[in-house]
């Protein structure tokens, strides 16, 4: 009855991540829809990688409907790795980058994990050492992924296989990903998510923060959040055609050297993060005048902050 009710109103529409994907790098082939660091990838780019991990990830013996713990920073891999994982009708369960072996074995557990997708290392730490202590604990997660140098893994750059062993696309109402909770304590827990359910959430935030195709999102906090992925958040950004840019972190030094070359329009923050970057666009000798929207989600914005 729910689902009755929620597509007679229009909110489910019966669309899924791989086929929005795939009409957008069609639609907006040329367009650039992600950048990070020295990488600039079109739609129809976007896709064809999607494409080769995707089927890179069914060679090496993965079956739809596995899940895949992702644990990647604010990289352009992190769009590539996820889209194809939909791709494949594989399931993403995000970590974020600043868990360490107990949340990630704990993920891998709860999920059932099949395969582990991490970069090699960053901010000093190093994930293929955490990748194997992940497989001494849980022997489930057969297969490890690693962008960069996978020393003795499988590296994400090599993977390879047929596209036309890609599924078709999955049925709106099944499981996307696993997304973990926030603000509780303990070990967070896995929130199921389908493709219906998250495309509203991003379709229905579009008009309210007045994303369009002509709209540059500033990816500032980890991109595993929800808030930076869905509201509207990056998705939100492909879903209307605009571009992504990833900044590796949220300090006003680093996004707002962003936000000057890449013409950013809109940027979603935390609050002592809002408040750190009101005090720092007084003295900085960065443009950013192309933002538009400034986002505050996660904590209550207190007025006279908000007017800051």
């Not at 949340?103 to 730490?125: L, N, P, Q, W």
């Not at 967070?188 to 923060?209: E, G, Q």
């Not at 540059?216 to 571009?243: E, I, K, Q």
Request: proline share 7%; aromatic share 8%; hydrophobic share 45%.
């Amino acid at each position: 009855a729910l689902v009755a009710r929620y597509r007679a109103a229009g909110h489910w529409r019966g669309e899924t991540f791989p086929g929005f994907l795939r009409e957008r790098a069609e639609r907006f082939a040329g367009d650039i829809a992600v950048v990070g660091g020295d990488t600039r990838l079109s739609y129809a780019q976007l896709w064809q990688e999607a494409g080769r991990i995707g089927a890179g990830l069914l060679a090496q013996g993965l079956i739809p409907g596995d899940r895949v713990v992702v644990q990647l920073g604010n990289v352009p891999e992190f769009v590539t790795v996820v889209c194809g994982l939909f791709r494949a009708g594989l399931i993403p369960v995000y970590a974020l980058p600043a868990h360490r072996i107990t949340e990630v074995a704990h993920f891998a557990r709860k999920a059932e994990a099949s395969a582990y997708i991490a970069a090699a290392s960053g901010d000093g730490f190093d994930y293929r050492t955490l990748a194997r202590e992940l497989q001494a604990q849980v022997p489930e997660v057969q297969h490890v992924i690693i962008a960069g140098d996978a020393a003795g893994f499988t590296a994400l750059e090599a993977l390879a296989g047929d596209l036309e062993q890609l599924p078709p696309d999955p049925d709106p109402q099944s499981v996307a990903f696993l997304q973990i909770s926030g603000g509780s304590t303990g070990l967070s827990k896995l929130i199921p998510r389908t493709h219906d359910d998250y495309l509203y959430s991003f379709r229905a935030s579009n008009p309210i923060c007045g994303i369009s195709q002509d709209s540059v999102y500033l990816v500032a906090l980890p991109a595993a959040h929800n808030f930076p992925m869905s509201s509207p958040g990056f998705f939100g950004t492909l879903y209307a055609g605009g571009r992504v840019v990833l900044s590796p972190g949220a300090g006003p030094e680093t996004a707002f050297a962003l936000i000057a070359r890449e013409r950013v329009t809109c940027v979603g923050l935390v609050p002592p993060l809002a408040l750190l970057w009101a005090q720092a666009a007084s003295t900085t000798p960065h443009d950013l005048s192309s933002l538009q929207v400034v986002q505050v989600g996660g904590a209550k914005l207190v007025p006279e902050a908000a007017r800051r």
